[in-house]
């Protein structure tokens, strides 16, 4: 009777932890989606704002432990090996990206879904949560997560917490999509809405489609914080294999840990570039998905490299699909480090190894089939980038359902006319360059350590380690990284692809490794010509801490500069968004023109940048902001921006367009701006004001008797006149022309700089 009870008391107890657990997590929930949170942060602040931060604040951890608790599940359905946390960080994420796809492929991503999968998976795994593995607690190690807690902060309060309202690409093309599915249920588009660019990019990310269905689109900033934390855990365990600590000596071996911890903070906090020191990983926008690819990128040199196990096979297989899956460009990058892993196995032989690699290929490749195929039988296109190559195989009909094939080849001509040569043989130069710098920065710091090590041996000399020689380690992690580093840098340097610069950002993180690495080798090849000079006890501690005060240098002259520039502190304490220094897009305009014209649509026909903050945002009735390129309207671009004034104005109305926005001082006319219908003659015919600002004015059109002004006429046919002047001075031509009579392009590259004249109309 007394052990039933004390099981029935134990049980009670459990349960309660568990009820509390998470009943907070639903509160949270509950907050962070409460009606009109996203109008107060923005506009008001005050007590919403703290207790939406404290909601992510509790939510974030829930979501870490989740993605963990999925890895932990996976393994456990097969036989393995002892996984470390890092393993099932990255294999519980590439299968929820999985699972995600699966679930809006089948219009199933509904809350009580979604929802019940997760408390299922945290229930299951609260059964036989391991306990963190511990660490024995000195003062390098305690100095260290002083310094990387101090970073995760700073980084989490201003890229994760605050909702990115400065980016255009993130309000324009991520979070709309990442709203959409949470409406539709799916991962497939609304024939209202055919947002077909953000389909593309988002709809093989299923971790985040998942967590879109019970939180807002901003869980994807969050999303990106855990990936964050997860490139500095691999860089910890890729220190570990990398350096050949332990073949120089035990003091050495018994500072790894330290050392492997300073090495993923100094990773985290490192500048972009050594020569000109711009921000790094920590300023990528985290409302974007490169975090994402970038965390299972240096996963992937951590799988090649060590030794392999069945959970490497494992994840090598499902972390390459699901990666290629989410976008299959991103296959480029794994096939690199496939080809570099099997490259450094098949020297050693090892089969295992080479397997892995292999599977990590293979993985990449059936989820670029994947990805193409879904694209392909569903848009008409394998991928809209690059443009030209899938052009050709793209179908016109399918694609017309979604948009425009000529506003893309639109795209590609003003592309072209814009940008400089693809090959960059200057990049070649920079890329010589920073090799140059880098190697030197390692010569001298090894010359530094030897003389370190020489001058402690005389002092105090330690002989228990003069005896023993150094453990053998073998050179091909450092190898492959360096190796990566360096093809990446290249192909980034000396390839004119903003795309690529973006996404190879995350390689920064490796170059604190990689210089230690080298300089680590450089005293393994030192110590084996003369063994006396690492008798000594000084070398590691003098090593940790000149990495601790590098740590130190990069976390409060990075990130902290950033997080005090964008004064991120005043919105934990209620501060309201757009009151911030660095939110220049006026978000009191969206506002304005909701109120003033209700739930009608209007058609933009310039200020393309100034209503970014407009496009599917909020604050607006769904689709009230028409989208230049991605909406119902930009399906008919032949019929409104190329075809006659009569038929563009019979297309507009039966599309329901009712009003028209000409921001004043704006020569930012953009593709249907240049239609027919809105040249001089047609606008006093066609057209009245509906609304007069002093920013701009709201046209609609004409009834009866009422007539557009002749100065306001006359105003916005300068206006555009003055926009056609400027592309033509910037192109040498006038591309909407060029593409509207399909006629060759005349004259020769103008002044590119010119083009910032559009937004000012100087």
């Known amino acids: ?59 974030t951890p829930y979501l870490g432990w989740l993605i963990m608790a999925t890895g932990r599940l996976v393994f456990s359905l097969i036989r393995h090996e ?36 997760a408390a299922a998976v945290l229930l299951w795994d609260s059964r036989s949560f391991r306990k963190p593995r511990k660490f024995a607690l000195t003062l390098p190690l305690l100095a260290t997560s002083v310094l990387g807690l101090w970073l995760l902060a700073t980084v989490f309060i201003d890229r994760a917490l605050i909702p990115d309202v400065m980016s255009s690409d993130v309000q324009q093309l991520y979070a709309p999509y990442l709203a959409e599915v949470a409406r539709n249920h799916s991962i497939w588009l609304a024939a209202d809405n055919p947002i077909f660019s953000d389909f593309e990019v988002g709809h093989g990310n299923g971790l985040h489609l998942m967590l879109a269905t019970f939180l807002p689109p901003h869980v994807a900033q969050i999303i990106s914080f855990l990936y964050f934390v997860g490139i500095g855990a691999v860089i910890f365990e890729l220190a570990r294999l990398v350096l050949p600590l332990q073949a120089l000596g035990r003091r050495w071996e018994d500072a790894t840990i330290p050392i492997a911890f300073a090495l993923a903070v100094l990773g985290l906090a490192w500048p972009q570039t050594m020569p000109n020191l711009r921000p790094g990983l920590y300023v990528m926008e985290f409302g974007k998905y490169h975090l994402q690819t970038a965390a299972f990128f240096v996963y992937f040199l951590l799988v090649v490299i060590r030794s392999s196990q069945s959970r490497d096979r494992l994840a090598a297989g499902m972390c390459g699909l699901a990666v290629a899956a989410s976008y299959p460009l991103y296959a480029a990058f794994v096939f690199l480090i496939s080809t570099l892993g099997a490259f450094a196995k098949a020297l050693q032989r090892n089969r295992s190894g080479l397997k892995t690699c292999v599977l990590l290929g293979f993985g990449a490749i059936a989820g670029c089939v994947l990805a193409f195929s879904v694209n392909y039988f569903y848009l008409g296109i394998p991928a809209t980038n ?17 948009g425009s094939l000529d506003i893309l ?44 090590t020489f001058a402690g041996s005389r002092l105090s000399p330690d002989r228990s380690d003069v005896s023993k020689p150094g453990t053998s380690s073998n050179p091909v992690g450092l190898f492959i990284v360096v190796a990566y580093l360096a093809s990446v840098r290249l192909l980034d340097l000396t390839l004119n692809i903003p795309s690529l610069m973006r996404l190879s950002v995350h390689i920064n993180a490796l170059f604190p490794l990689a210089t230690v690495g080298m300089v680590c080798w450089g005293l393994v090849l030192v110590r084996r010509v003369k063994p006396a000079w690492f008798a000594d ?34 919105f934990v304490q209620g501060a309201a968004l757009d009151r911030m220094p660095n939110v220049k897009l006026n978000w009191q305009r969206c506002d304005e023109l909701q109120q003033s014209t209700g739930s009608d649509r209007i058609l933009a026909l310039n200020g393309y940048r100034a209503m970014v903050p407009c496009y599917f945002s909020p604050l607006l009735t769904r689709g009230k902001i028409i989208h230049t390129y991605q909406s119902d309207v930009a399906r008919d671009f032949r019929k409104i921006a190329l075809g006659s004034a009569d038929t563009a104005e019979a297309t507009l109305r039966s599309l329901g367009v009712k009003f028209f926005y000409v921001q004043k001082q704006n020569c930012d006319f953009w593709l249907n701006g240049f239609s027919d219908l809105f040249e001089r003659g047609e606008l006093a015919r066609r057209f009245t004001v509906y609304r007069d600002t002093a920013g701009y004015w709201i046209l609609t059109w004409k009834n009866r008797d009422q007539a557009l002004s002749p100065e306001i006429e006359a105003a916005i046919s300068a206006l555009r006149t003055r926009s056609k002047d400027i592309y033509r001075e910037g192109y040498g031509t006038d591309p909407f022309e060029v593409m509207k009579h399909g006629s060759a392009r005349r004259g020769e590259r103008g002044n590119i700089a010119v083009l910032d004249q559009l937004f000012t109309c100087q």
């Open 1 to 59: 009777m007394a052990a039933t009870g004390l099981r029935l008391r134990a049980s009670v107890e459990t349960w309660s932890l568990r009820v509390l657990i998470f009943v907070t997590a639903a509160l949270s929930i509950w907050f962070v989606n409460r009606t009109g949170t996203y109008r107060t942060l923005l506009f008001d602040g005050g007590w919403t704002t703290r207790f939406y931060v404290l909601a992510w604040i509790v939510l």
């Open 82 to 117: 002892p996984t470390q946390r890092v393993d099932e960080f990255f294999v519980g994420a590439a299968a929820l990206i999985l699972t995600g796809f699966g679930l809006g492929a089948l219009s199933i991503l509904y809350p009580p879904i979604v929802l019940g999968f």
């Open 386 to 402: 690059p443009y030209s190559l899938f052009r050709r195989v793209a179908s016109v009909e399918r694609f017309s359902q979604f």
């Open 409 to 452: 080849d639109y795209f590609v001509l003003a592309q072209s006319l814009d940008v400089s040569d693809f090959l960059s043989k200057a990049g070649l130069l920079a890329f010589l360059k920073q090799v140059r710098s880098v190697l030197l920065v390692a010569i001298l710091i090894t010359i530094a350590m030897c003389a370190v």
């Open 537 to 570: 006890r000084f070398a590691p501690p003098v090593a940790f801490v000149s990495l601790l005060v590098a740590c130190a240098w990069a976390t409060n002259a990075h990130p902290w500069k950033s997080f005090q520039n964008d004064e991120a502190i005043t």
